[in-house]
């Protein structure tokens, strides 16, 4: 006797990749809209080259959805080729505003799911809607993710500081009002491993450009950045209690420069003393 094929998970359940991805996609390039009484639709418009991943989420929905296509003028040129994907019915609109997608605009207020979802894949979404993956001009590996949404860059810059060590503090540039975060070289190539894995549902072309960054390896002659060393309570005790930042630097296993500036904070109050526990 057969066994029983297992059933579909539930529509929009972010325990699953795919589902995880698409919604951080949903949330930075998707506008979901409200009509006249109970009436909205979701759409997401993208270029034609990338309308593979429009099919996709049209796959994965269970519900009435369409993809269509048209040719308009831009800012960025005078005939531009799209592919959008709608989708009407107001059980998935519900779904998706009470996962954290909301109506009209949205781009401030998104934040990362408050339920259990697959955190790397939608990142990955995230990125391929509203960031770069490739190598700089100068060849350097990188991954940059532009957002209004400060609840979205914290949670990068926690995710790929717990991945490979390496801090970002957001801040919104004076043009725009935006965040731009970006990891560079290495960190790039962690992250990027990380999130854009073998069969993921991604972009193909950023899959390609993803893939392409692991082959990077750092010139002999190019300097390694040192990852920001943090201080703790008791290696502030100890410092203190040597009042010499070379025989602390040889007992902490830091540099003598280092404890000479972290001995100058503390005593100046621009950091606070270690309270004795």
Same mark, same amino acid.
């Given at each position: 006797?057969? *066994?029983?094929?297992?059933?579909?998970? /539930?529509?929009?359940?972010?325990?699953?990749? *795919?589902?995880?991805?698409?919604f951080?996609?949903? /949330?930075?390039?998707?506008?979901?809209?409200?009509?006249p009484?109970?009436?909205?639709?979701?759409?997401?418009?993208?270029?034609?080259?990338?309308?593979d991943?429009?099919?996709?989420?049209? /796959?994965?929905t269970?519900?009435?959805?369409?993809?269509?296509?048209?040719i308009?003028?831009?800012?960025?040129?005078e005939?531009?080729?799209?592919?959008?994907?709608?989708?009407?019915?107001?059980?998935?609109?519900?779904?998706?505003?009470?996962?954290?997608?909301?109506?009209?605009?949205?781009?401030?207020?998104i934040?990362?799911?408050?339920?259990?979802?697959?955190?790397?894949?939608?990142?990955?979404g995230l990125?391929?809607?509203?960031?770069s993956?490739?190598?700089?001009?100068?060849?350097?590996?990188?991954?940059?993710l532009?957002?209004?949404?400060?609840?979205v860059?914290?949670?990068?810059?926690?995710?790929?500081r717990?991945?490979?060590?390496?801090?970002?503090?957001?801040?919104?540039?004076?043009?725009?009002?935006?965040?731009?975060?970006?990891?560079?070289?290495?960190?790039?190539?962690?992250?990027?491993?990380?999130?854009?894995?073998p069969?993921?549902?991604?972009?193909?072309?950023?899959?390609?450009k993803?893939?392409?960054?692991?082959s990077?390896?750092?010139?002999?002659?190019m300097?390694a950045?040192c990852?920001k /060393?943090h201080?703790s309570?008791?290696?502030?005790?100890?410092?203190?209690?040597?009042?010499?930042?070379?025989?602390?630097?040889q007992?902490?296993g830091?540099?003598?420069?280092?404890?000479?500036?972290?001995?100058?904070r503390?005593?100046?109050?621009?950091?606070?003393?270690?309270?004795?526990?």
């Amino acid at each position: 006797m057969a *066994e029983p094929e297992p059933s579909a998970p /539930q529509f929009m359940d972010l325990s699953v990749p *795919e589902y995880a991805y698409m919604f951080g996609f949903l /949330q930075a390039d998707g506008h979901l809209a409200q009509g006249p009484g109970l009436k909205g639709r979701l759409t997401v418009e993208i270029s034609i080259r990338d309308i593979d991943l429009l099919y996709r989420f049209k /796959q994965l929905t269970p519900y009435n959805s369409s993809v269509t296509e048209r040719i308009r003028p831009t800012n960025f040129a005078e005939s531009h080729h799209s592919a959008t994907w709608s989708l009407c019915s107001l059980e998935a609109r519900t779904t998706l505003n009470q996962l954290g997608l909301p109506y009209g605009r949205k781009t401030r207020k998104i934040t990362p799911p408050r339920v259990d979802f697959s955190r790397r894949d939608y990142l990955r979404g995230l990125i391929d809607a509203d960031g770069s993956v490739g190598y700089t001009s100068q060849g350097f590996p990188f991954l940059s993710l532009t957002t209004a949404s400060t609840a979205v860059g914290v949670y990068l810059c926690r995710y790929a500081r717990r991945l490979t060590g390496v801090e970002r503090i957001v801040g919104r540039n004076s043009r725009d009002d935006i965040y731009n975060i970006s990891y560079e070289k290495e960190a790039a190539q962690g992250l990027v491993a990380d999130l854009y894995y073998p069969d993921c549902l991604s972009l193909g072309r950023k899959q390609v450009k993803a893939d392409a960054l692991a082959s990077w390896v750092r010139p002999a002659n190019m300097r390694a950045a040192c990852t920001k /060393q943090h201080w703790s309570k008791w290696e502030d005790r100890i410092l203190l209690q040597s009042h010499d930042a070379t025989t602390a630097a040889q007992e902490l296993g830091r540099t003598e420069k280092s404890c000479r500036l972290r001995l100058w904070r503390l005593r100046t109050g621009q950091v606070p003393m270690p309270v004795d526990q």
